[in-house]
């Protein structure tokens, strides 16, 4: 098989994905995506309920917990929730607040994919989904991928394969198995923001409660 060279080698094609992709491509750098799902972005498909709760205006450092408290404050410094926001109103989406900042797509989350597709195209990225990554190699002149697509050969490889959540739509551990090929320390992983999926008589008694948001306080066992 053939072998593609690029700068920026992108693996995985969700919202951080292409974001980088858009981003190192608007700096003129050669950029391909690959992912080995049948469509792009699926979790930002049915994000927010299918209208992708895409920022909120209230965003600050002390919204996220991290074992490097300044990457966010940098990160932000740099690209804030009115970048996003500006980029959404240029591409003519139409969206509303629902409360506490929460901004949602009024129509779809498709839009959002979309937007961020035609941001690729015009950065002039390349997207490749069901492409399967067998095994990296890194060497002096750069990192070599071995994929269902052929050889890749890129400066700089970007892994951005998401976390462990709905594997049904893609999801897998891979991004954490590279950061221990290469030597980085992984911290063991645990459930964040999920919902709640029931079946039988529990789904039968709730079904009704889908979909219902309001602010509570529960407790259990004392927590
Ligand atoms: C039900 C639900 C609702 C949510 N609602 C919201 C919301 O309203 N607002 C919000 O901000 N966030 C929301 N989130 C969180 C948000 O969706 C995620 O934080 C975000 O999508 C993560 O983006 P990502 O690019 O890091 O990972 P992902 O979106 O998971 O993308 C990773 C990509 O990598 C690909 N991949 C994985 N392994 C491989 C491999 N080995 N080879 C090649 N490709 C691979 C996957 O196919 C996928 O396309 C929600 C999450 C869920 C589950």
């Given at each position: 098989m053939s072998t593609i060279r690029c700068d920026v080698l992108v693996i995985g094609a969700g919202a951080a994905g292409l974001m980088t992709a858009i981003t190192a491509g608007q700096r003129g750098r050669h950029v391909q995506v690959i992912d080995?799902?049948?469509?792009?972005g699926k979790k930002i498909l049915m994000s927010g309920g299918g209208r992708?709760?895409?920022?909120?205006?209230?965003?600050?450092?002390?919204n996220f917990l991290s074992a490097n408290p300044h990457f966010c404050k940098s990160a932000l410094a740099r690209y804030s929730p009115y970048h996003f926001i500006e980029m959404v109103e240029r591409h003519g989406i139409a969206y509303h607040e629902k409360e506490l900042g929460q901004l949602f797509c009024d129509v779809s989350s498709k839009q959002i994919v979309k937007m961020l597709v035609d941001e690729c195209q015009q950065a002039g990225v390349q997207i490749r989904t069901q492409c399967s990554v067998e095994r990296i190699e890194h060497g002096t002149d750069g990192f070599r991928v071995h994929t269902t697509h052929g050889l890749f050969h890129c400066a700089s490889l970007v892994v951005a394969?998401?976390?462990?959540?709905?594997?049904?739509?893609?999801?897998?551990?891979f991004g954490y198995e590279i950061a221990r090929q290469f030597g980085h320390q992984v911290l063991p992983t645990r459930a964040g923001l999920v919902p709640l999926t029931l079946s039988g008589t529990h789904q039968e008694r709730l079904?009704?409660?889908?979909g219902v948001a309001l602010p509570v306080e529960a407790s259990c066992n004392g927590t």
């Open positions: 080995h799902a049948n469509k792009i992708c709760n895409f920022t909120n205006t209230g965003t600050t450092p002390a394969t998401g976390g462990l959540s709905i594997p049904s739509l893609g999801a897998t551990g079904a009704e409660l889908s």
